[in-house]
């Protein structure tokens, strides 16, 4: 980051002297306000408990301009990758900060291949979940429980132990998603196969069974890709900062890494593609199209404490990027598949009409994010709701680790410790009469 000429006063009006702090200028994007020396010349903290106009780290991975609708990884749109590259293009890119060549991508290639299988112990591990556990309470155990696996790759203070352990997590996760399915199903776990691409595998990992050969669909298995590429990384996202803030304690990147599928759960953030699709087969149960009218009613009705699903965020101001190349991939899967007319993707397209046009959403800023097609594409492929995150979450893999390592190497890094404005009790003693 660089010092800008520019520097901020903050003035109080009780006559306190008022204080200069630094600015800092990135690439693009918004200058920052160095506040760091706040609270020691002041005795002050500041207060933004939603991060609305904090930026927690300096990072060169992601840039989102929400006012315009752009996304890029490491500077490059993700329009563009998501057309040339395949998802381990961009696990490369997010990593190294540049796209590999053709010995560094089939180096890359061979060596996240090589690690895609997972400690035989682990199917025992697994085995001691219920066979209805959600996916991403599964998921959540298996990634915390490699930490006990791969001792070998935990010291992060060696940069082999932290390059392996990337490499592990990035390779190890669609074995753990797929086993995690298969269990669900009580069907034998299938080995990964090293013939096929990154998606390839996870896709027969899925859904091939011992009785029979299984031939990975190529439309299907780009279409699966564009979703990985699209959840690669998202800027200090919370389950990102969650990744950063676990692992500023030093702990070892399997723990970060499992807090941050902890975080994604949730519906605000990837658990927003389980409940989208939730609330379209709902929706469509109740009347399809012709309801959409009154359910858009609830949806503005603050009291009915209806969102619509896969709409709005927190950055984007303006129709978020990779939400316009789901729709586009959407399209295609279902033309490929034979289910150009799937009731869910036309009242998706009505709910997306409306909310365009209606004054609420506008006003608000609020228009379709990722999430509101990839659910239409995964259901479309065979992948069941439940395990939509634990894709999110696969995908996003790449993210958490590529920000883990950089938050690692910043000589600026401490570990993470917020304060609070305490609205609590005052000092008070016990009463005399407990003893
Ligand atoms: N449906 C109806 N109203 C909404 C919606 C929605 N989906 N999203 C925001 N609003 C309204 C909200 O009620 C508020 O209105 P008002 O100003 O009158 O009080 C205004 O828009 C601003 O909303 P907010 O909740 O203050 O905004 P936020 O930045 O805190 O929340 C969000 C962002 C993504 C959590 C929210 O838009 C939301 O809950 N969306 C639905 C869940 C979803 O699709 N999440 C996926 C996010 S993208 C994938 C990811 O990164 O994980």
Known sequence: MQLSDKKATLSFSDGSPSIEFPVYQGTVGPDVIDIRKLYGQSGMFTYDPGFMSTASCESGITYIDGDKGELLYRGYPIDQLAQKCDFLDICYLILNGELPNETQKAEFDSNVTHHTMVNEQLHF????FRRDAHPMAVLTGLVGALSAFYHDSTDITNPHH???????LIAKMPTLVAMAYKYSQGQPFIYPQNDLSYTGNFLR???????????????VERALD????????????????????CGSSGTNPFAAIAAGVGCLWGPAHGGANEACLQMLEELQANGGVA???????????????????????????????RAKLMQETCKEVLSALGLENDPLFKLAMELER??????????????????????IVQRAIGIPTSLFTAIFALARTVGWIAQ???MLSDPDYKIGRPRQLYTGAQTRDVPSNRG
């Open 162 to 168: 932290r390059h392996v352990s990337a490499i592990r």
């Open 205 to 219: 990992m899925m859904f091939a069974t011992p009785c029979e050969e299984y031939k990975v669909n190529e439309v």
């Open 404 to 406: 883990w390592s950089e």
């Open 226 to 245: 564009r979703i990985f590429i699209l959840h690669a990384d998202h800027e200090q996202n919370a389950s990102t900062s969650t990744v950063r803030l």
């Open 354 to 375: 409306i909310a365009l046009e209606d004054q609420y959403f506008v006003d608000r800023k609020l228009y379709p994010n990722v999430d509101f097609y990839s659910g």
């Open 291 to 321: 309801k959409v009218g009154e359910f858009m009613e609830k949806v503005k009705d603050k009291n009915s404490g209806v969102r619509l699903m896969g709409f709005g965020h927190r950055v984007y101001k303006n129709y978020d990027p």
């Open 125 to 128: 591990f697994l085995r001691g």
